[in-house]
């Protein structure tokens, strides 16, 4: 079975989690091998990284069910655009690129919504196709 919108929303977040790793590796090379050094940057990054960690996982599997089951592309991609808005918007707060809190709560609200939707959707699915 070919999933090629999970597989096209895969790769995006797949590249944003290595640019995130990259960040917190040029700062580790400074001497910082383990942990955080007492370093703020680094500590951001860090903590951005492992958000991305927790949460992209989630949101793939989402997108891969909801594409498996027979979801209609458009609807698939809607919540993969609004998922990886999300953990985008979240990881440029965490990088000090865009600081503003605002960025933060938004990234966040937008990965549970489409998180929230897209759980909703397998499991009325999957009730509707037991029953």
Do not use: Y
């Not at 605002?102 to 509707?128: D, Q």
């Amino acid at each position: 079975m070919s999933l090629p919108v999970t597989a096209l929303f895969a790769g995006i977040n797949i590249l944003l989690m290595c640019w995130l790793a990259l960040r917190v590796i040029r700062i580790r090379q400074t001497g910082i091998s383990l942990g955080d050094g007492g370093n703020p940057q680094l500590q951001r990054l860090i903590r951005g990284h492992g958000n991305a960690a927790e949460f992209m996982p989630l949101g793939l599997i989402m997108l891969g069910l909801t594409e498996g089951m027979g979801a209609p592309g458009w609807s698939v991609a809607l919540l993969g655009l609004v998922f990886t808005g999300g953990r985008l918007a979240h990881a440029l707060h965490f990088a000090d690129i865009l600081p503003e809190g605002k960025w933060r709560a938004g990234g966040m609200m937008a990965t549970f919504a489409a998180l929230g939707l897209g759980a909703f959707g397998l499991i009325g699915h999957a009730l509707f196709l037991a029953l």
